[in-house]
């Protein structure tokens, strides 16, 4: 995850850099994306970095310009929209962070593409494509590399070659390491790790399961989802993954997160590959549907569905409220994975989701937080955030966490700041030590 101070050090920024490139203000749009795809694979081939949009594209550094991007070009970076079209032409695929960005100081705003490095396996193109005017752009089979004189192409010179099979290599030693690490450990797993998923592909997987259980005619939901799964091939028996669920069962006053079902309601069913429940009711006059699932490989999803958008759409996402719910969430992962009995340094995936979102603003109910609606109209069709990160972080840092993620989440939204990370985390940390624990 990418901080505040990071942000500003891109921004305020001016000379560019391997791991780091200025481009003018554009649009992600048919013209210009995929050009943007070749430099993101490049980056990301070349161990990771950083692409600010906002900047005009003089060739002396000491001359370039902070212009920021303009509303209409903006509107066009949906983080869903943009990782999606970078992942129909990149394979595996790559997890980039897109964060929109407006500055306190000239009241600009940004684009900064946050781009991973590409692990034990670089990234190649797996499709070719031709501009409009038959150029071609992006070649089926190339390997793009970002090298040390800032150019992103086709990967030619050895000495790039060699800094990128080292690279993987020793990606894929501490794979080998933590491996050997949970075998002498006396773990009763010893997984053979697979090449990265896409977090929202997964969402999306999960979400076709949880429709067989919607009820009938309750369209035009706005929900929350949030899917987390293990880096690799694990399995686990269902007496451990029940235990480890009872154990997240936590009643965080008032409204349960988990597999947590008030009495007279449907208990949580037994699948051959999955445990799962479900509840659909009556909650503050909205109709109300929660559905949670824990596949024996370690992948979690939870979905919240409530019917404001077949009246009136919610007009603001409340990001106090937000960051509690975050928060229960990142607790009872917390709880399931390491009753499960993994090591802390396990890698996680993780994505939040808001949807349908288009037109949401950010506010608060919040006294404290209050202070009118504080960013544009939400222009994409969703809002979400993917990040990697240690079963450490969630058992021991969970207010900084969920704090980080709402956050991102309101910058994505081109929200102007006011509502601080420190009282986020605050409002989290109060509201977690009220949770009272529950045996389903």
Known sequence: ??????????????????????????????????????????????????????????????????????????????????????????????????????????????????????????????????????????????????????????????????????????????????????????????????????????????????????????????????????????????????????????DYRGWPFVFYLPNGKVPPQFANDMIFACDNEQWEGRIKFDYWSFSYDGAFYASNLTDESMKNKPEMLDAVLQVKLVGEAVTALGRIYSSLGLPLDTELEIAVRYSPFTGVRVGSVSDYASRGYNSPQFAGDSLSHRFTGRLSELCNSCAAVSANIVMLLLAKMGYDGHIKKVYLEKMVSEHLSKGRHINP
């Open 1 to 250: 995850m990418i901080d505040d101070e990071t942000i500003n050090r891109l921004v305020y920024g001016r000379f560019e850099r391997t791991d780091l490139d200025y481009k003018k203000d554009i649009a992600w749009d048919k013209e210009t994306k995929y050009s943007l795809i070749k430099d993101v694979m490049a980056f990301a081939n070349a161990g990771g970095g950083y692409i600010v949009v906002g900047w005009d594209e003089q060739q002396d550094e000491e001359s370039k310009r902070r212009t920021g991007v303009t509303p209409g070009n903006m509107d066009t970076w949906d983080a869903t929209k943009v990782c999606k079209d970078i992942n129909n032409f990149c394979g595996p695929g790559l997890d980039v962070d897109v964060i929109r960005h407006e500055d306190d100081v000239e009241s600009k705003r940004y684009v900064i593409l946050c781009i991973p490095s590409h692990g034990d396996t670089p990234h190649l193109c797996i499709k070719e494509k031709h501009d409009s005017k038959q150029q071609l752009v992006l070649r089926l089979g190339a390997l793009y590399f970002r090298s040390k004189n800032k150019e992103c192409k086709e990967i030619s010179d050895p000495h790039d070659y060699r800094e990128l099979i080292a690279r993987c290599l020793r990606a894929r030693k501490e794979e080998l390491l933590r491996d050997f690490k949970d075998i002498l450990s006396g773990q009763s797993f010893a997984p053979v790790r697979s090449t990265r998923k896409d977090p929202l592909a997964e969402m999306d997987k999960h979400a076709k399961l949880a429709e067989k259980y919607k009820p009938n005619g309750i369209e035009g939901l706005v929900f929350r989802e949030i899917v987390c799964f293990l880096d690799g091939s694990w399995t686990f028996d269902s007496d451990k993954v029940k235990n480890a669920l009872s154990v997240a069962c936590v």
